[in-house]
């Protein structure tokens, strides 16, 4: 587990700490909290070089975090006081909130479960060959709801099942199993309580979305918005040559279908002039041909 450090400081330590965070929160325009919670020192040091290029991770105590917010002079700069960090630390940036949260995601990494963990998500023994020869292991499978059987002198998973649901602590025997099977359940990395940007507060829940998903709605918004103000006749600088485009097109018609021919429309005037004719006298021959 991460340990705040130093753990001993004088006054003139804890000052100058203090004046490092203050002045970091009023240089930086997006200052988060992240939790460190039972995040090893190994893999922090780690984050933390990988995170270099556009973060500044800095931790200490709490009060003396609590302390360097208060001095800071930024509007509603206090609000970060309201984490529910366990072990929290400065994470401070150029990048927006969104744009920080993804990348702090993107830098987890999976981890293999020792036993006391809390699952992240629902763990699911998967379907097909696990390689393992038959023993103990066959037993401890089936345990777990999985459906199975050997073949080929290797235990396959037949049906799969949920071997400890999203929530649940990890035992030492699920840990077990979960290795021989070689899956590693649990994300290690950084992870962001909450977010201050131009006096805004943004939560974990508020930056975690899909951005992918974000851009197809935005188009798909942007498409429907593009459609009504033409329909609607309401002119635009974007929609401006469609509008014109489709106006110019009825003119045509109505010059062409009504008799009403310019210089644009003479020869397909003529043309549609013709070819109604022909139907008429078509028409004519049949009528004609029944008497």
């Known amino acids: 587990m991460v340990q705040p450090t130093p753990k001993r400081m004088n006054r003139a330590q804890k000052e100058e700490k203090v004046e490092e965070f203050r002045e970091k929160i009023e240089r930086y325009p997006v200052i988060g909290i992240l939790d460190m919670h039972n995040l090893p020192a190994k893999q922090l040091q780690q984050i933390k070089k990988d995170m270099k290029d556009f973060a500044d991770v800095k931790m200490s105590r709490k009060t003396l975090m609590s302390i360097a917010i208060d001095q800071a002079e930024k509007e509603e700069i206090e609000s970060l006081k309201e984490?529910?960090?366990?072990?929290?630390?400065?994470?401070?940036?150029?990048?927006?909130?969104?744009?920080?949260?993804?990348?702090?995601?993107?830098?987890?990494?999976?981890?293999?479960?020792?036993?006391?963990?809390?699952?992240?998500?629902?763990?699911?023994?998967?379907?097909?060959?696990?390689?393992?020869?038959?023993?103990?292991?066959?037993?401890?499978?089936q345990q777990t709801g999985a459906q199975v059987q050997v073949d080929d002198g290797t235990i396959h998973v037949q049906s799969g099942?949920?071997?400890?649901?999203?929530?649940?602590?990890?035992?030492?025997?699920?840990?077990?199993?979960?290795?021989?099977?070689?899956?590693?359940?649990?994300?290690?990395?950084?992870?962001?309580?909450?977010?201050?940007?131009?006096?805004?507060?943004?939560?974990?829940?508020?930056?975690?979305?899909?951005t992918e998903q974000y851009r197809s709605d935005v188009e798909a918004a942007a498409s429907l918005a593009f459609n009504l103000s033409v329909n609607a006749g309401f002119v635009t600088e974007r929609n401006a040559p469609t509008i014109i485009g489709q106006a110019n097109a009825k003119a045509r018609n109505v010059s062409i279908s009504q008799g009403l021919p310019n210089e644009e429309t003479i020869e397909e005037s003529i043309s549609y002039a013709a070819s109604s004719a022909r139907g008429l006298e078509s028409q004519l021959d049949l009528e004609e041909d029944e008497e």
């Open 83 to 141: 984490n529910e960090a366990i072990q929290p630390a400065f994470i401070f940036s150029d990048k927006d909130p969104f744009q920080l949260f993804s990348l702090i995601k993107q830098n987890k990494t999976s981890a293999a479960a020792q036993g006391g963990e809390t699952a992240p998500n629902d763990i699911e023994v998967p379907e097909g060959d696990t390689g393992i020869g038959p023993g103990p292991m066959l037993g401890k499978l």
């Open 161 to 210: 099942a949920v071997m400890v649901e999203k929530g649940e602590t990890i035992t030492r025997d699920d840990a077990e199993v979960l290795s021989q099977l070689g899956i590693e359940p649990l994300e290690i990395g950084l992870d962001l309580d909450i977010a201050y940007s131009e006096g805004d507060l943004f939560t974990a829940e508020q930056l975690d979305i899909d």
